[in-house]
C-alpha cells in the first residue's frame, strides 16, 4: 500500500465513483460478502496468498465484524487505499498484522503477513530474505525495549525512521496501481 504510488497514480473521482457503482450494482443488498470481494478484485481462486491477503485486507476494514462490508466501510476501504495518508496507512497495515486485536504484534504475526507478501512479490522478483529473515531485522529495528512484541507507537516509529522497514510494514503489494489497471475491468 505505498504512499509513494497513491500520489504517482491517484485515482479521480469519476474512477472512484465507478468503483462505488460497481459496489451498488454487484451488492444490491448493500452488504458486499467476502466471495463478492473477492470476484470484485479478480482474485482468482488458484492463488492462496492473494486469496488470503485478500480476506485480511476484508476483515480489516469489516469495523462492526459481521463479515460483509456496508457500503460506507467499502467507501472508506477504498479512500484509505486509494488516497490515504501515510500515517493513517500505517495504522490500517499495523490492524492487518494484529490478528488476534491485542494492540500488539507478536512474531507469529508478522510472519503470517510476511509470509504472504513474500508469495505475491516472490512471483515479482523483488524478495531477497526469507520471511523468517524478515521478521528477525523487522522485531531488530522496530521492538526498542525489546519485550517481543510491536506497539503501535514502535510500529510507527520505527517505519518513518528506516526506509527499508517501511517498506515491509506498509504491505506495500501497489494496490493502487492493482486498482487502478483494473478498473475498467469489473464485470
Known sequence: MGQEESHNEEMDLAQIQ???IVFMKECPSGALHLHEFKRIFGVPSTSE???LYMETIFRSFDTNKDNALDFLEYVAALHLILRGNLEDRLKWSFKMYDKDGNGKLDRHEVKRIIRI???IK???NDMNMSPSEICDRIFELVDQNKDGQITLSEFMEGAQKDEWVMRMLKLDVNATGWVIQNCGKFP
Do not use: A, P, T, V
Request: proline fraction near 0%; glycine fraction near 0%.
Open 122 to 124: 516472490l512471483q515479482r
Open 49 to 51: 496468498e492473494e486469496s
Open 18 to 20: 465507478e468503483l462505488c
Open 117 to 119: 507478501i513474500y508469495k
